[in-house]
T-cell receptor
Framework: SQQGEEDPQALSIQEGENATMNCSYK?????LQWYRQNSGRGLVHLIL?????REKHSGRLRVTLDTSKKSSSLLITASRAADTASYFC???????????FGTGTRLLVSP | DGGITQSPKYLFRKEGQNVTLSCEQN?????MYWYRQDPGQGLRLIYY???????QKGDIAEGYSVSREKKESFPLTVTSAQKNPTAFYLC???????????FGAGTRLSVL
């Protein structure tokens, strides 16, 4: 039951620009996470935001959560070529200790 | 180094053959998971386990089997009943009551 949908599916920007990707989900959640996947590799956890939080920062990452719209956004500021990867949102409504992952946004940052 | 080790990195299956993917973790995590990822897609849950000797089916368990005889190990067998096994398989683990999952580097399975 894949419920997170991410938008856009692919994003291409230049180094130094900001990248914004969005995630929508369908049911109530306790928290939402963002993960990063480099090509052909496993996922790496980036940030977790709880349902009672509206915004969270971690380095160049800013995550917002709007539970009324059932949506979240991930902003990467001052992008670098090394940020090139796929980014997935994941929600915890799949049941205890289960996550439901979105379809991902492929980000390409060109030097 | 603490982490999750998946092996092999690449695996080829002949028709009618069962193959087993290994997943070992030394993070002392109780929960472990197997996901399947198809090209350009998100992750779909195959099986998960929250405790030794217990596991539950995920969304796409048909054609797969698992065991959890040790806390550190959660092998996945892709059986001959799985007619479309070509995919990237990811193993993950997590601390119970904490929702953050840690992933291995994956096994890419192809059919000969």
């Amino acid at each position: 039951s894949q419920q997170g949908e991410e938008d856009p599916q692919a994003l291409s920007i230049q180094e130094g620009e900001n990248a914004t990707m969005n995630c929508s989900y369908k049911t109530s959640i306790n928290n939402l996470q963002w993960y990063r996947q480099n090509s052909g590799r496993g996922l790496v956890h980036l940030i977790l935001i709880r349902s009672n939080e509206r915004e969270k920062h971690s380095g160049r990452l800013r995550v917002t959560l709007d539970t009324s719209k059932k949506s979240s956004s991930l902003l990467i500021t001052a992008s670098r070529a090394a940020d090139t990867a796929s980014y997935f949102c994941a929600t915890d409504n799949g049941g205890f200790q289960k996550l439901v992952f979105g379809t991902g946004t492929r980000l390409l940052v060109s030097p | 180094d603490g982490g999750i080790t998946q092996s092999p990195k690449y695996l080829f299956r002949k028709e009618g053959q069962n193959v087993t993917l290994s997943c070992e973790q030394n993070l002392n995590h109780d929960a472990m998971y197997w996901y399947r990822q198809d090209p350009g897609q998100g992750l779909r849950l195959i099986y998960y386990s929250q405790i030794v000797n217990d596991f539950q089916k995920g969304d796409i368990a048909e054609g797969y089997s698992v065991s959890r005889e040790k806390k550190e190990s959660f092998p996945l067998t892709v059986t001959s009943a799985q007619k479309n096994p070509t995919a990237f398989y990811l193993c993950a683990s997590a601390v119970l009551a904490k929702n953050i999952q840690y992933f291995g580097a994956g096994t890419r399975l192809s059919v000969l």
